[in-house]
């Protein structure tokens, strides 16, 4: 089946809202088992039949729009060719020639987000083009995971650029469909893209997408040797931060959640889910990546201790 999902993903990467389209006479082309088993999934789902369709009877490729009429007790479409005197006369078409099927991408991403074990999603964020499967661990490291169509079109920067999370600190990803664009995706901000067909598998319970080491572009984890735990706020900015008090520490928690709320910084995912009056913890690495930035913003917050800061680790480790 890798090999018909992947020609459907190659197709529709192509412009247009065409190319998810998959008529009765290509599909019958294609393995029935894997049509079959894609339709089982979702990923294929029977649209409203075509109105017309081509005409080959006279060698003119006419497109025609056959009348439906009820012939031996099944409905069979009908149209009268005039294209020339040699070819002219009635031509018949099985209703099953009308039928089209399209390639679902919202389904798809339900079923890539589960496959990598996203949280947090998925969800649609640009229509048709963009969807946020969650977060997910590629390569010990909590990243946000996106799935694009038309990454390569020419209006693929000006769509993406409206998607603020794409130059979030947290370091997204993108998995393509097929394609990776020629240029960056976001203006000076090189985004680490991957084509799905290349780490996508199938297996007898679905999809297998493997993410780990599938995006060698990506820095290497300066903070290693420091563990990776879920942390609150004030206490990250106890342990890895100038020293404030805890009375201070809370003031710039509250800065930096106002700051988020606001749209002026992006928070990095949560390392899990949060009941109502907890605080919220998130993952200690991709807090150390995003605090410099947090700054950068004007953010009231304690710098990082300089043994933590990303140039002095980058420099000893």
Partial sequence: MRETLALMLRVAEEE???????????????????????????????????????????????????TMVATGGRARGFHLCRC???????????MDELRRWELRLGRLADVVAKAIGAVGGPAEVQLGRLYLLGTARIDGKTREVFLARGAAWPDAAEVFGRVPRLGAPAEPVVLSLACVPA???????????RPLVEIVEASEAGLVVRLDGAFPDIRPDAWAGIPNKAITLDAFMARYCEKRSGELRRFRRHAL??????????????????????????????????WQGFLDERVDLP????????????THK
């Fill in 16 to 66: 247009g809202p065409a190319s998810q389209v998959w008529p009765h006479a290509a599909l019958r082309r294609l393995p029935a088992a894997d049509v079959d088993r894609l339709m089982r999934m979702g990923l294929l789902a029977e649209m409203e039949p075509d109105t017309g369709l081509t005409c080959t009877e006279c060698g003119e490729a006419c497109q025609v729009e056959p």
């Fill in 84 to 94: 020339s005197s040699e070819h002219a006369g009635p031509v018949w078409f099985e």
């Fill in 183 to 193: 240029g960056d995706l976001l203006p000076g901000r090189t985004l680490p893209v």
């Fill in 257 to 290: 959640l106002g700051a988020a709320r606001n749209g002026k910084v992006t928070l990095p995912p949560a390392a899990r889910p949060h009941r109502s009056g907890q605080s919220k913890k998130y993952f200690t690495h991709d807090l150390l990546a995003a």
């Fill in 303 to 314: 710098p990082l201790l300089p043994q933590f800061r990303p140039s002095h680790v980058e």
